[in-house]
């Protein structure tokens, strides 16, 4: 009952730096079967780093990442910030950016020193019959590699590529190692590209990889792992996780992540460890195991 749950939810909060909401969590988790995770910020740091930089014949460098950096400077991306990052270390002075927007799955749009300035993935590219395929295989070199690759594009033509790159957590290949050896199911959800995430996937041994994922969707993913697997938890730290977080059996926010995902859960890991949520079905299983 409530008592018992209580108790195991305080004593796994002070050893594992969990913190439970809602108390009915600590039973739910013994019976979770699937576990679904969002990328950015719960698999990998969230803070990914330019790592590659290529450019058109005759674009210098310097202009991909002016171009790039303001326009970004607007956007509230991970990706976002990696690029303007890149940009200041260069000491590049960045423009002033009109009608900036952003277009979700795909990147960003802008006016620059009275250019129309894109930033993004293919699908932003074809969108405006922009010509990339001539760096198809620069892109896909570069997302076998576990990196997101962006074009950056000015008026109809192509100026470069940005590659960016975020490290996994220092646990993440551990957990997800244990979580198997549990028998639980593990998934990725993720708006990055197919071949990034199959990469990202690999390296960290996840067996599901759910990959272009738009923000509304992941709810619809949680659903359908539900049909298959009854008691699915999921696991984030974005905005657009919070939705997934309130469908899922069992929501489990990072706590690092924003303050809309930690409401919409159950359960916070309060430093963001993912192993934390084994101890957590460890702990529930061994409680409440014989008491039906
Ligand atoms: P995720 O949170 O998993 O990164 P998003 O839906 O936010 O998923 O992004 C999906 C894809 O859209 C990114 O991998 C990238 O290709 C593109 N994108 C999103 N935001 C930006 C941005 N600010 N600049 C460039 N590309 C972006
Ligand atoms: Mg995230």
């Given at each position: 009952?409530?008592?018992?749950?209580?108790?195991?939810?305080?004593?796994?909060?002070?050893?594992?730096?969990?913190?439970?909401?809602?108390?009915?969590?600590?039973?739910?988790?013994?019976?979770?079967?699937?576990?679904?995770f969002d990328k950015t910020g719960t698999i990998t740091?969230?803070?990914?780093?330019?790592?590659?930089?290529?450019?058109?014949?005759?674009?210098?460098?310097?202009?991909?990442?002016?171009?790039?950096?303001?326009?970004?400077?607007?956007?509230?991306?991970?990706?976002?910030?990696?690029?303007?990052?890149?940009?200041?270390?260069?000491?590049?002075?960045?423009?002033?950016?009109?009608?900036?927007?952003?277009?979700?799955?795909?990147?960003?749009?802008?006016?620059?020193?009275?250019?129309?300035?894109?930033?993004?993935?293919?699908?932003?590219?074809?969108?405006?019959?922009?010509?990339?395929?001539?760096?198809?295989?620069?892109?896909?070199?570069?997302?076998?590699?576990?990196?997101?690759?962006?074009?950056?594009?000015?008026?109809?033509?192509?100026?470069?590529?940005?590659?960016?790159?975020?490290?996994?957590?220092?646990?993440?290949?551990?957990?997800?190692?244990?979580?198997?050896?549990?028998?639980?199911?593990?998934?990725?959800?993720?708006?990055?590209?197919?071949?990034?995430?199959?990469?990202?996937?690999?390296?960290?041994?996840?067996?599901?990889?759910?990959?272009?994922?738009?923000?509304?969707?992941?709810?619809?993913?949680?659903?359908?792992?539900?049909?298959?697997?009854?008691?699915?938890?999921?696991v984030g730290d974005?905005?657009?996780?919070?939705?997934?977080?309130?469908?899922?059996?069992?929501?489990?926010?990072i706590?690092?992540?924003?303050?809309?995902?930690?409401?919409?859960?159950?359960?916070?890991?309060?430093?963001?460890?993912?192993?934390?949520?084994?101890?957590?079905?460890?702990?529930?299983?061994?409680?409440?195991?014989?008491?039906?």
């Amino acid at each position: 009952g409530t008592p018992t749950a209580l108790m195991v939810g305080s004593g796994i909060g002070a050893e594992k730096g969990i913190l439970i909401r809602n108390g009915e969590a600590v039973q739910t988790f013994k019976d979770v079967k699937a576990i679904a995770f969002d990328k950015t910020g719960t698999i990998t740091k969230g803070k990914p780093e330019v790592t590659d930089l290529v450019t058109v014949e005759g674009i210098k460098e310097k202009e991909v990442l002016y171009f790039a950096g303001s326009i970004e400077n607007a956007s509230e991306h991970p990706l976002a910030h990696a690029i303007v990052e890149k940009a200041k270390d260069q000491q590049i002075p960045l423009g002033e950016v009109k009608d900036f927007e952003a277009i979700v799955g795909m990147g960003v749009v802008g006016s620059i020193d009275g250019t129309r300035i894109l930033v993004g993935n293919r699908k932003l590219m074809k969108e405006n019959n922009i010509a990339y395929e001539a760096y198809e295989e620069e892109l896909v070199r570069l997302e076998e590699e576990a990196k997101t690759a962006m074009m950056i594009a000015q008026d109809k033509k192509l100026l470069g590529i940005v590659a960016v790159a975020d490290p996994l957590k220092e646990d993440s290949i551990e957990a997800i190692r244990e979580l198997e050896a549990m028998g639980i199911i593990t998934a990725m959800i993720t708006g990055d590209n197919q071949r990034t995430a199959a990469a990202i996937g690999k390296k960290v041994g996840i067996s599901h990889v759910i990959a272009e994922v738009l923000p509304d969707g992941k709810v619809e993913e949680v659903v359908r792992l539900q049909e298959k697997y009854a008691t699915v938890a999921m696991v984030g730290d974005g905005i657009n996780d919070a939705p997934a977080l309130k469908q899922a059996n069992v929501g489990i926010a990072i706590g690092t992540g924003t303050d809309i995902a930690i409401e919409a859960a159950d359960v916070t890991l309060v430093r963001g460890e993912l192993s934390g949520i084994i101890s957590a079905i460890k702990l529930s299983r061994a409680t409440f195991r014989k008491i039906k």
